[in-house]
């Protein structure tokens, strides 16, 4: 029988035992923890989301109108240069109007002949057709008197019968005068033909005069209303006619901007809200605008709708007609939310469902949320989540699977990780630069 070992002996092989053990743990435990994946998380927390649209606009003019001339004339001056400022019945072009001095100096001289006729007809006129009504009567009466003398002594047989028919025809002449002279108190009267014809034509003189003032006014070309000169199409010596433009004016009214947006956004267009608008030549002076209306119809050629949008205050001095602007439109606006990037949504339902990977106890779970409002880059949670959970960002992580967190900072409109790219990145890129 063989001798037992002696107690040192068992000691140092439980310490080596022992030792070995440990590194093997060791070794498993390093290996285990180089199988486990570091992935980025962001802390979901309340914060304010703002969503916006960018879109191009351009300065749009209330009314722009051409002014021509009504005439054929030759043009004698022009009083405005582009880009003048004109007030309301400011004159802008002269054309030669001697001719039409001397047709208004003509028509005016008939009008005072017809107004003179008039006045002559219901004055002298009158008195002379009384005057001639008792001439005629008293004629008459005389021949009347004599032809009753003459039958007496035909009677008698002082006379012959022929001196009666001369007489007789002396009464007629008579009469036919009395009526000649009533016939011609009608006339001058009121109502008379005489009158009547007097008065249409002092009307028609009065007309050929007004129709002269009419061309000569024509001759000299002004501002309907309050406005700037545009264009300029005209010099003097030229001889211009109907139809041709001179001058093109944009008229003087409170200045706004047009928009095409796409229709898609549609849902989130209402009037009153509020844009910032920059011009690129003039980045560092933004001014604000709000949405002034939203056209009926959507135009089918472009997919878009037109808004219209009004200055918050007085236009800056460089604004242009025509001049394209970038305009940043506020839709809808949180004070807090609970929010998280777009980019750590991992699927996505019409409803407003989507899933996400939250950190818990070492491990990726799968969780549910509900969401809210989304901007381009972010999504407020209604439901699913709590602020100070941790939310997963990118990686192939399986949910169930063993994790190790890095937190990153985030905010709304900035990617959380360097790269990073959400569900709606195309969308996104469409939202802001699409129009």
């Known amino acids: 029988m063989a001798p037992s070992e002696s107690p040192p002996v068992k000691r140092r092989w439980f310490w080596i035992v022992g030792a070995a053990v440990l590194v093997a743990v060791a070794v498993v435990a390093g290996w285990l923890k180089l199988r486990v994946p570091t992935v980025d ?14 879109f191009s606009a351009r300065v749009a003019t209330l009314s722009r109108v051409d002014i021509g001339s009504t005439v054929t004339g030759r043009v004698a001056q022009v009083l405005v240069v582009e880009g ?89 002449v008579a009469q036919a ?16 033909t005489d009158v009547v014809q007097a008065q249409a034509q002092q009307a028609q003189a009065r007309a050929a005069r007004q129709a002269a003032e009419a061309r000569l006014v024509q001759a000299s070309l002004a501002a309907p209303l309050d406005a700037r000169v545009l264009s300029r199409q005209v010099e003097p010596g030229q001889i211009v006619q109907p139809g041709k433009a001179l001058l093109s004016l944009a008229l003087a009214g409170p200045t706004q901007l047009s928009a095409q947006v796409d229709e898609r956004f549609l849902d989130q267009l ?103 409002l989304r901007t381009l880059d972010a999504a407020e949670v209604l439901q699913g989540l709590k602020a100070g959970d941790l939310v997963l960002l990118g990686g192939n992580i399986e949910a169930g699977a063993r994790i190790r967190v890095r937190t990153v900072p985030w905010q709304p409109g900035k990617a959380a990780t360097p790269g990073a790219t959400g569900p709606d990145a195309g969308s996104a890129l469409t939202n802001a630069i699409g129009r």
Not at 41 to 54: C, F, S, Y
Request: charged residues 25%.
């Open 177 to 192: 005068q009395q009526a000649a002279a009533k016939a011609q108190i009608q006339a001058n009267a009121d109502s008379g």
């Open 270 to 372: 209402k009037p009153g809200q509020l844009a910032t608008v920059v011009a690129d030549a003039f980045a560092g002076q933004r001014f604000a605008a709000r949405v002034l209306s939203i056209a009926p119809a959507v135009d089918a050629q472009r997919g878009a709708i037109e808004l219209k949008f009004a200055l918050e205050r007085q236009p800056p001095a460089f604004l242009r007609e025509d001049m394209t602007l970038s305009v940043e439109l506020e839709t809808a606006r949180r004070e807090q939310a609970l929010a998280l990037p777009l980019a750590a949504l991992r699927t996505q339902a019409p409803e407003g469902v989507a899933t996400v990977l939250v950190a818990r106890d070492g491990r990726a779970q799968l969780q549910t949320v509900r969401l809210g």
């Open 41 to 54: 998380a962001l802390e979901v927390r309340q914060m304010p989301l703002v969503r916006t649209l960018q």
């Open 84 to 172: 003048a400022q004109v007030r309301s019945g400011e004159v802008l072009i002269r054309l030669e109007s001697d001719e039409l001095r001397a047709a208004l100096a003509q028509a005016v001289a008939a009008e005072h002949q017809a107004v003179a006729r008039m006045a002559g007809l219901r004055s002298s006129g009158r008195s002379a057709a009384k005057a001639g009504m008792a001439q005629a009567e008293s004629t008459l009466k005389a021949a009347q008197a004599e032809l009753a003398r003459t039958r007496q002594l035909v009677a008698q047989g002082f006379v012959s019968a022929s001196r009666l028919d001369e007489v007789q025809r002396a009464v007629d």
